[in-house]
Protein backbone atom coordinates (compact mmCIF):
# COMPACT_ATOMS: atom_id res chain seq x y z
CA UNK A 1 0.00 0.00 0.00
CA UNK A 2 1.40 3.16 -0.91
CA UNK A 3 0.56 6.84 0.57
CA UNK A 4 0.09 9.67 -1.54
CA UNK A 5 -0.51 13.15 0.38
CA UNK A 6 -2.46 15.81 -1.33
CA UNK A 7 -0.97 19.33 -1.06
CA UNK A 8 -4.92 20.73 -1.54
CA UNK A 9 -5.00 20.73 2.34
CA UNK A 10 -1.48 21.94 3.40
CA UNK A 11 -0.57 25.43 5.00
CA UNK A 12 0.74 27.15 1.21
CA UNK A 13 2.68 29.50 3.47
CA UNK A 14 4.77 26.62 4.66
CA UNK A 15 4.42 24.54 1.90
CA UNK A 16 8.05 22.95 1.42
CA UNK A 17 8.24 22.38 5.26
CA UNK A 18 5.22 20.32 5.25
CA UNK A 19 6.06 18.35 2.16
CA UNK A 20 9.31 17.56 3.97
CA UNK A 21 7.44 16.41 6.65
CA UNK A 22 4.81 14.14 4.68
CA UNK A 23 8.50 12.94 2.96
CA UNK A 24 9.92 12.00 6.43
CA UNK A 25 6.87 10.28 7.30
CA UNK A 26 7.10 7.89 4.36
CA UNK A 27 5.16 9.51 1.84
CA UNK A 28 5.45 7.62 -1.52
CA UNK A 29 4.52 10.64 -3.91
CA UNK A 30 3.06 13.95 -3.56
CA UNK A 31 -0.31 14.47 -4.64
CA UNK A 32 -0.98 17.87 -6.52
CA UNK A 33 -4.87 18.83 -7.13
CA UNK A 34 -4.96 21.26 -10.14
CA UNK A 35 -8.89 23.04 -10.93
CA UNK A 36 -9.67 25.15 -13.36
CA UNK A 37 -13.14 26.72 -12.15
CA UNK A 38 -14.68 24.90 -14.95
CA UNK A 39 -14.25 21.25 -14.74
CA UNK A 40 -14.68 21.46 -11.16
CA UNK A 41 -16.09 24.66 -9.36
CA UNK A 42 -12.90 25.66 -7.85
CA UNK A 43 -9.41 26.96 -8.10
CA UNK A 44 -6.29 25.57 -6.93
CA UNK A 45 -2.64 25.87 -8.62
CA UNK A 46 -1.13 25.36 -11.86
CA UNK A 47 2.72 24.38 -12.87
CA UNK A 48 4.40 27.05 -10.69
CA UNK A 49 3.36 25.34 -7.52
CA UNK A 50 5.24 21.50 -9.29
CA UNK A 51 8.44 23.75 -10.32
CA UNK A 52 8.66 25.14 -6.80
CA UNK A 53 8.48 21.36 -5.16
CA UNK A 54 10.48 20.23 -7.66
CA UNK A 55 13.93 20.97 -6.04
CA UNK A 56 13.26 20.22 -2.52
CA UNK A 57 12.01 16.50 -2.90
CA UNK A 58 13.17 13.49 -4.49
CA UNK A 59 9.15 11.64 -4.15
CA UNK A 60 7.61 11.43 -7.62
CA UNK A 61 5.42 14.36 -7.92
CA UNK A 62 1.52 13.41 -9.16
CA UNK A 63 -0.48 15.79 -10.97
CA UNK A 64 -4.42 15.57 -10.65
CA UNK A 65 -5.77 17.22 -13.65
CA UNK A 66 -9.27 18.46 -12.95
CA UNK A 67 -9.51 20.61 -15.72
CA UNK A 68 -11.28 20.47 -19.20
CA UNK A 69 -8.71 20.53 -21.58
CA UNK A 70 -5.69 18.65 -20.04
CA UNK A 71 -4.12 18.55 -23.21
CA UNK A 72 -3.12 22.00 -23.64
CA UNK A 73 -1.13 22.15 -19.92
CA UNK A 74 0.51 18.62 -20.36
CA UNK A 75 3.89 19.81 -21.69
CA UNK A 76 3.46 22.85 -19.04
CA UNK A 77 3.26 20.71 -15.79
CA UNK A 78 6.23 18.34 -17.49
CA UNK A 79 8.31 20.80 -18.07
CA UNK A 80 7.70 21.99 -14.68
CA UNK A 81 8.82 18.35 -13.25
CA UNK A 82 5.99 16.94 -12.80
CA UNK A 83 6.04 12.62 -12.72
CA UNK A 84 2.92 11.35 -13.47
CA UNK A 85 -0.62 12.56 -14.86
CA UNK A 86 -3.99 11.77 -13.75
CA UNK A 87 -6.63 12.62 -16.45
CA UNK A 88 -10.59 12.99 -15.99
CA UNK A 89 -12.29 10.20 -18.13
CA UNK A 90 -15.40 12.88 -17.64
CA UNK A 91 -12.75 15.67 -18.89
CA UNK A 92 -11.01 13.83 -21.77
CA UNK A 93 -12.80 14.48 -25.11
CA UNK A 94 -10.10 12.22 -27.16
CA UNK A 95 -8.54 10.11 -24.09
CA UNK A 96 -6.64 7.84 -25.88
CA UNK A 97 -4.79 10.75 -27.32
CA UNK A 98 -4.19 12.38 -24.18
CA UNK A 99 -2.61 9.39 -22.38
CA UNK A 100 -0.35 8.52 -25.16
CA UNK A 101 0.74 12.39 -25.36
CA UNK A 102 1.30 11.91 -21.44
CA UNK A 103 3.25 8.53 -22.02
CA UNK A 104 5.50 10.50 -25.32
CA UNK A 105 6.89 12.32 -22.88
CA UNK A 106 8.28 9.85 -20.50
CA UNK A 107 5.44 10.20 -18.19
CA UNK A 108 3.20 7.95 -16.07
CA UNK A 109 -0.37 8.12 -17.42
CA UNK A 110 -3.67 7.59 -15.25
CA UNK A 111 -7.12 7.67 -15.80
CA UNK A 112 -9.58 9.14 -12.79
CA UNK A 113 -13.56 8.54 -13.09
CA UNK A 114 -15.98 10.09 -10.79
CA UNK A 115 -18.32 9.02 -8.15
CA UNK A 116 -21.13 8.60 -11.16
CA UNK A 117 -18.86 6.89 -14.19
CA UNK A 118 -19.26 3.54 -14.17
CA UNK A 119 -16.28 0.88 -13.86
CA UNK A 120 -16.91 -0.27 -17.58
CA UNK A 121 -15.69 3.07 -19.66
CA UNK A 122 -11.99 2.17 -18.69
CA UNK A 123 -12.30 -1.15 -20.61
CA UNK A 124 -10.70 -0.05 -23.85
CA UNK A 125 -7.97 2.22 -22.00
CA UNK A 126 -7.08 0.02 -19.51
CA UNK A 127 -4.11 -2.01 -21.20
CA UNK A 128 -2.84 1.51 -22.03
CA UNK A 129 -2.25 3.14 -18.63
CA UNK A 130 -0.19 2.70 -14.96
CA UNK A 131 -2.83 4.00 -12.91
CA UNK A 132 -6.97 3.96 -12.63
CA UNK A 133 -7.80 7.00 -9.92
CA UNK A 134 -11.31 5.89 -8.78
CA UNK A 135 -12.63 9.53 -7.22
CA UNK A 136 -14.29 8.00 -3.92
CA UNK A 137 -15.71 11.82 -3.56
CA UNK A 138 -17.18 14.13 -6.20
CA UNK A 139 -13.65 16.25 -7.03
CA UNK A 140 -13.71 19.91 -6.68
CA UNK A 141 -12.94 20.00 -3.26
CA UNK A 142 -10.95 18.50 0.15
CA UNK A 143 -12.71 17.78 3.31
CA UNK A 144 -15.59 15.63 1.50
CA UNK A 145 -17.28 12.78 3.31
CA UNK A 146 -16.02 9.66 1.95
CA UNK A 147 -18.95 7.92 -0.91
CA UNK A 148 -19.88 4.51 0.19
CA UNK A 149 -21.10 3.50 -3.09
CA UNK A 150 -17.91 3.92 -4.52
CA UNK A 151 -16.61 0.19 -2.59
CA UNK A 152 -18.37 -2.21 -5.44
CA UNK A 153 -16.64 -0.13 -7.88
CA UNK A 154 -13.34 0.04 -6.37
CA UNK A 155 -13.29 -4.17 -6.38
CA UNK A 156 -15.06 -4.15 -9.92
CA UNK A 157 -11.69 -2.14 -11.11
CA UNK A 158 -9.49 -4.42 -8.98
CA UNK A 159 -10.84 -7.47 -10.79
CA UNK A 160 -10.40 -5.51 -14.48
CA UNK A 161 -7.14 -4.72 -13.25
CA UNK A 162 -5.79 -8.22 -12.58
CA UNK A 163 -7.25 -9.62 -15.52
CA UNK A 164 -6.21 -6.87 -18.39
CA UNK A 165 -3.40 -4.86 -17.00
CA UNK A 166 -2.43 -6.47 -13.57
CA UNK A 167 0.69 -3.80 -13.61
CA UNK A 168 -1.60 -0.91 -13.25
CA UNK A 169 -2.01 0.65 -10.12
CA UNK A 170 -5.41 1.25 -8.33
CA UNK A 171 -5.42 4.78 -6.83
CA UNK A 172 -8.54 6.13 -4.41
CA UNK A 173 -8.96 9.97 -4.11
CA UNK A 174 -11.25 11.86 -1.36
CA UNK A 175 -12.42 11.25 2.16
CA UNK A 176 -9.47 8.83 2.83
CA UNK A 177 -8.82 8.47 6.95
CA UNK A 178 -7.81 5.97 9.30
CA UNK A 179 -11.38 4.87 9.44
CA UNK A 180 -11.74 4.00 5.25
CA UNK A 181 -8.51 3.73 4.61
CA UNK A 182 -9.00 -0.18 5.32
CA UNK A 183 -12.13 -0.40 3.60
CA UNK A 184 -10.50 0.91 0.37
CA UNK A 185 -7.75 -1.46 0.48
CA UNK A 186 -10.00 -4.13 1.47
CA UNK A 187 -11.67 -3.58 -1.65
CA UNK A 188 -8.92 -3.47 -3.82
CA UNK A 189 -6.56 -0.25 -3.86
CA UNK A 190 -3.40 0.27 -3.45
CA UNK A 191 -2.66 3.84 -3.40
CA UNK A 192 -4.40 5.87 -1.22
CA UNK A 193 -4.19 9.98 -1.40
CA UNK A 194 -5.16 12.13 1.41
CA UNK A 195 -5.33 15.74 2.06
CA UNK A 196 -6.92 16.40 5.40
CA UNK A 197 -6.10 13.42 7.06
CA UNK A 198 -2.58 14.46 7.02
CA UNK A 199 -1.86 18.34 6.19
CA UNK A 200 -5.48 19.39 8.17
CA UNK A 201 -4.99 17.07 11.48
CA UNK A 202 -4.27 18.97 15.13
CA UNK A 203 -1.07 16.59 15.93
CA UNK A 204 0.76 17.18 13.05
CA UNK A 205 1.64 15.44 9.72
CA UNK A 206 3.86 12.76 11.26
CA UNK A 207 1.75 11.75 13.78
CA UNK A 208 -1.25 11.47 10.76
CA UNK A 209 0.72 9.75 8.42
CA UNK A 210 1.24 6.87 11.20
CA UNK A 211 -2.11 6.57 11.91
CA UNK A 212 -2.52 6.36 7.92
CA UNK A 213 0.09 3.87 7.92
CA UNK A 214 -0.75 1.96 11.20
CA UNK A 215 -4.59 1.88 9.74
CA UNK A 216 -3.30 -0.20 6.59
CA UNK A 217 -0.71 -2.54 8.43
CA UNK A 218 -3.90 -3.68 10.91
CA UNK A 219 -5.49 -4.68 7.44
CA UNK A 220 -2.39 -6.46 6.06
CA UNK A 221 -2.69 -8.29 9.44
CA UNK A 222 -5.68 -9.43 9.11
CA UNK A 223 -5.46 -10.82 5.57
C1 LIG B 1 -10.57 16.32 -4.45
C2 LIG B 1 -9.10 16.13 -4.67
C3 LIG B 1 -8.45 15.39 -3.58
C4 LIG B 1 -8.45 16.12 -2.26
C5 LIG B 1 -8.67 15.10 -1.21
O1 LIG B 1 -11.14 16.93 -5.54
O2 LIG B 1 -8.85 15.44 -5.86
O3 LIG B 1 -7.13 14.96 -3.91
O4 LIG B 1 -7.28 16.80 -1.98
O5 LIG B 1 -8.85 15.73 0.00
P1 LIG B 1 -9.37 14.93 1.27
O6 LIG B 1 -8.38 13.84 1.54
O7 LIG B 1 -9.40 15.97 2.34
O8 LIG B 1 -10.73 14.39 0.95
ZN1 LIG C 1 -6.81 14.59 -6.15
Known amino acids: MKLAPSILAADFANLGTQVMEASKA ?8 VMDGHFVPNLSMGAPIVASLRPITHLPLETHLMISYPD ?19 GSFNLHRTVHKIKSLG ?17 EILRDIDTV ?4 VDPGF ?4 FVNSTLGKIDRVRRMIDRVNPECELEVDGGIDAKTAPLCIDAGADVLVA ?23 AVRQRV
Open 195 to 217: GSAVFGTKDGVNAAMARLHDAAY
Open 72 to 90: LYIHEFADAGADSFLVHWE
Open 26 to 33: GADRIHID
Open 142 to 145: GHQQ
Open 107 to 123: KRAGVAINPATPAGVLE
Open 133 to 136: LVMT
